[in-house]
């Protein structure tokens, strides 16, 4: 076990493989001063048929894009990053679990500048299973409304997934379970529900599926999106609108999307039930159609899963 975790073999790192120990970064890196980095999860999901990534290249995707916004130069194509992960996922004979590639300042510059601090990238994974436990999957959890509230646009990029945008998640998460809950939800500086500390949130109304619109104080997750994706095909409206703080207390269901998260029923908001307290119908039957494309048991008609191939491996230099 690694910090609570379970650790695997081998770490990717700029074009080679190394042991999960030997992958150290020295004191003096512009990340570990600054925040300098961005990153993805990825789920790989147990499936018939081996090992199955899930949306790997719309993860890949968006990494460069934060890249970008970062002016972080990243010289790799989605599908070379993407044949990167297959093969990091491979090499550690891991059916299922989670995927972090990271790019972050290395030792370089000891000002904010990090022109002369060069880019390191790594992929890593490692078993992990349901984040906010599998009672809270089943049942659904707690949460609470967070004092600390999420940036105002133009100020850190909600759009880009950066290591130093997660130091206000962490507030809200210590917060939270300092406060008995399972997780928070922040609001954005205007009063509105902006996100979890990690997930996007939704909420059910009349029938109506509703999640805060991308206002530049939340990430567009990929899981909400896959998410509006099949409510919108199986027939569930949906509404990407403002969400006043009262309207958690006052809807029908909630749960919270994300890579770690998934599909995770919320039962109650500020010790207010949501709804009867309960798992709703219609939270059930996404998180149902979401696992079972995600596992398999689902024709997956959107090509959102990529099956690790078990032949040789792919050059990762």
């Known amino acids: 076990m690694a910090g609570g975790f379970e650790k695997t073999d081998w770490i990717w790192r700029d074009g080679e493989f190394l042991r999960w120990e030997d992958a150290t970064i020295h004191v003096m890196s512009h990340v570990a001063h600054y925040g300098s980095s961005i990153f993805e999860g990825i789920r790989c999901y147990a499936t018939p048929n081996g090992a199955a990534i899930f949306r790997l290249e719309d993860h890949m ?24 992960v297959e093969e990091t996922v491979r090499r550690n004979n891991l059916p299922e679990g989670y995927i972090r590639p990271l790019a972050m300042r290395g030792y370089g510059s000891p000002g904010l500048n990090p022109a002369t601090s060069p880019l390191h990238l790594y992929v890593i994974c490692w078993p992990w299973g349901a984040y906010l436990g599998d009672e809270g999957m089943q049942k659904g959890v707690d949460a609470g409304v967070s004092s600390w509230q999420r940036m105002e646009p133009n100020t850190f990029p909600a759009l880009a997934k950066a290591g130093g945008n997660y130091l206000n998640a962490g507030l809200m998460r210590m917060e939270a379970v300092a406060n008995g809950f399972a997780e928070a939800i922040a609001l954005g500086p205007g009063g509105l529900v902006s996100e979890g500390s990690g997930q996007n949130v939704f909420l059910v109304r009349d029938g109506l599926l509703i999640t805060p619109a991308l206002d530049g104080t939340l990430l567009p997750g990929l899981t909400r999106d896959s998410i509006i994706t099949l409510a919108k095909d199986i027939g569930i409206p949906v509404s990407e609108q403002p969400v006043p703080r009262e309207m958690l207390y006052t809807c029908d269901e909630a749960f919270f999307t994300g890579t770690a998260a998934e599909v995770t029923p919320i039962r109650s908001v500020d010790r207010i039930p949501v709804g009867t307290g309960t798992v709703g119908p219609i939270t059930r039957t996404l998180q149902s159609r979401f696992l079972g494309i995600a596992r398999g048991q689902i024709p997956d008609s959107y090509g959102w899963c990529r099956v690790v191939r078990t032949g040789g491996a792919v050059p990762v230099g």
Do not use: A, N, P, T
Not at 62 to 82: A, H, N, P, T
């Open 61 to 84: 995707k968006r990494f460069l894009d934060s890249g970008k916004v970062y002016r972080m130069e990243i010289d790799y194509s989605v599908e070379e990053l993407s044949l990167i």
